[in-house]
């Protein structure tokens, strides 16, 4: 069992920067894919980000890339997302989510948190 508690969401203006961060707790953090969805008012949860075991593999989606960043720390149990130039479509309830697999993907996540707001406006 894996628990997963994001935290670091707020209020920010549009160019902004904000991280956030996702601290499991339970066994083998090294051997789950982690991942960031979001899911904004009245739409479906999407994915943002992802990033492999070892965090030598990154993925991200076409509206994030080049503004948004995953890392990790497996030492810590920690999965960050780091958020620059902050646009309001970005605002959105960010979920941490974890998969155990041998393959580089977050198809139907194991476990999720419990999310964390975060709100882009000026």
């Known amino acids: 069992q894996v628990q997963l508690v994001e935290s670091g969401g707020g209020l920010v203006q549009p160019g902004d920067s904000l991280g956030l961060s996702c601290a499991a707790s339970?066994?083998?953090?090294?051997?789950?894919?982690m991942a960031w969805f979001r899911q904004a008012p009245g739409k479906e949860r999407e994915f943002v980000a992802a990033?492999?075991?070892?965090?030598?593999?990154?993925n991200s989606a076409a509206s994030v890339k080049g503004r948004f960043t995953i890392s990790r720390d497996n030492a810590k149990s920690t999965v960050y997302l780091q958020m620059n130039s902050l646009k309001p479509e970005d605002t959105a309830v960010y979920y941490c989510?974890?998969?155990?697999?041998?393959?580089?993907?977050?198809?139907?996540?194991?476990?999720w948190g419990q999310g964390t707001q975060v709100t882009v406006s000026s």
């Open positions: 339970g066994p083998n953090f090294s051997s789950y894919v």
């Open positions: 990033i492999s075991w070892n965090g030598g593999r990154t």
């Open positions: 989510a974890a998969k155990r697999t041998t393959y580089f993907t977050v198809a139907s996540p194991d476990y």
